[in-house]
């Protein structure tokens, strides 16, 4: 069980200004730090890493550390969130260049939950285009934080399920050369080189990832990422940091999937052989700390970021393929391409006062967003690929302004109480270029959002501590559904009134946490795709709710054991659903998809000497695929294959020697039992990857 604790980190992407909660209650508000000592690259954290920290926090929270992510050698983000409670993924690509994430019984297809690398969104667009296109790398992580409760708030629209918060390497003085290999012919190598000034004033450094596979089911890809980070002491008060990254990933992927009959015989081959996922993104992100003195600090941040997605895919022939039970393809071929321009800033204030007597942390945010989508549709030929004729070109955009005012109420030694409230104000527009005639080319739309939130600690002694909390979350109407057709659909934004109560703590060794959930949303917005009679409206309530579990306890002889248990017992919608035409789309009580019931995690590791092993189980209980709940899979050649996926359990094992101070070796076996499962439906079945080995050899210089 990933030990408990939340961060923020850097956070920068363009003209984003973030900052962290405060310190514990007796230190000084001093500059955020990463670790025990000070570094001139200023790190925001949301909790920190002392106990203190985290007691502060009146939610429940998860910190994947870096020792956890170097032991279990994950291959992708979604990989190492596998394991922290409540957290549901469909593992479609063993890399998961393709982000499917889902919290407390939110959809892992949905955008509810907010991505952030080090407290920036990553999303390409929070307002016009939710897409998951960008997952970030897990090689230049150095750990994870999620965040499940009313401190969300702090961060922006979209947090239904909360936060995760990718924080990325700092630079370190010296050269490290990471060199893997594995199963599907894969071969990665690695990089990461910093130094510092004589003074200490100026740090910089460099993390280089190349990787080349063909692919589980020969879904080959080629990636590359590049980070280089650096950062400046002004005097004793005030530093800035930098962080540029470079990403690039072709991908032999595609939305179709294999045929029932391929699966269970067992086939391996690439069900679109000629589709290609192209990807690129870069950022830039500026953050300036300023300890004004010992009650004041102000933190900015300033990001920008443009992405690109050219997503090629041929057409198939429905008679054959139906007639084959496979998809066959035709000549056509078909671009779906998008790029995105994002350019923010966020300033944040952090004040600690003594209103009414007594001890008090406030902040006051303020932040300005602007987002772009350029959507494009090219029709080509086999004979002349990845050109041809333009069918649609739309422009999206919005701006959003959002303030953000908590104040913390330290009552009394043991108990704490916390309130926020944040305002969203933004606006939405639409430029068909393609568009002529009398009726115009341009849409545009306004909502503002009031968010008020919460939040309780109290400690009954030493080894226990009780939070609850309570806020509103919402996810807006994105510029494809709100603006559907040139008109204002007049689209809510999907609402949900979340609480949480818990206890935690530890006695001896034993570490343990709690929580009980509750998402009740009043709307859900239906996708334009989902069903052309119920395109355009707003959707209807549905009700999350269940119970996470975790322990932790060292047995002794160097082993430790950690499990999480997560209960939804409820993901389901509320009231019948019906199309324009009177038909009932979705039944009252009817599960969202992809919620499993249950998810459970347990770790066996053990340490001694220069060796440190893990076993890890991970089980995914049964899900249905669509909102009719459909149990027998069903093809459907012009649409989405649905029906009910069966659970599942995976072991992996993991293992890492230390020669010595420089050189260290490691090994992993993903999937031990070569266990053979669907992950997902769409247009066919993504089967989840089979078993893989990766080795790899670590040498600092």
Partial sequence: MPRNGLAQGLMLAGVLLAGSTLPAKGDELDANESSETRSTLPTILVIGSKLEDRQRQPAANTLVTAEELRLQQPRSTE???????????????????????????????????????????????????????????????DGIEVLRGAGSLRYGPSTIGGVINYVTKNPEPGIKIDVHAGSFNTHEWGIEAGGQAASGDATFGVVITRVKSDGFMGKEFSMRDVMLKAGLEFGTNQRVGVKYTDYQNDANISYRGAFLTEYEAGSDRNPAPDDWFLTGRRSVDLNHEWAINDNLRLNTVAFSSELYRDYWRFATNNTASAAERRWIYTDSLNGNNRAFERLGIDSRLFLKHGTFGLENEAEVALRFMSEKMRDVTVAAVRATPRTGTINREVIDAADSWSMHLQNRFVLTDHFAFSAGLRAEVYEQTRHDLRRTGVQGNRANTNNTELLPGIGFTWSFSDQIQGFANAYKAFSPALNGDALNGLDDQELSAERSINMEAGIRGSAGDLEYEATLFRMDFDNQIIPANSNSQFQVTNGGK????????????????????????????????????????????????????????WIANLVVSYERGPVRSSVRLHHTGSQFTDVLNTRAINESLNGFFTGEID???????????????????????????????????????????????????????
């Fill in 542 to 597: 549905t009700l999350h709710q269940g119970l996470e579990v975790g322990v932790g306890t060292r047995l002794g002889g160097g082993f430790s054991v950690d499990a999480n248990l997560t209960y939804i017992a409820d993901a389901k919608f509320v009231g019948d659903r019906f199309s324009r035409a009177g038909a009932l789309m979705t039944p009252d009580d009817n599960r969202v998809p992809y919620t499993p019931e």
């Fill in 79 to 141: 990989e190492a969130l596998r394991g922290v409670p409540g957290v549901s993924i469909k593992p479609e690509e063993e890399t998961a260049i393709v982000g499917n994430i889902g919290i407390r019984g939110l959809s892992s297809s949905d955008y509810k939950t907010l991505i952030l690398e080090d407290g920036v969104p990553v999303a390409p667009g929070l307002f016009v285009g939710n897409g998951r296109y960008y997952n970030p790398r897990i090689q230049r992580m």
């Fill in 647 to 701: 659970s599942y359990t995976l072991a992996d094992v993991s293992m890492l020697y230390r020669l010595n101070d420089r050189l260290e070796f490691g090994a992993t076996v993903k999937n031990v039992a070569d266990e053979r499962y669907i992950a997902s439906l769409r247009q066919g079945i993504y089967v989840g990857p089979e078993r893989s080995y990766d080795m790899g050899i670590s040498y600092r210089f």
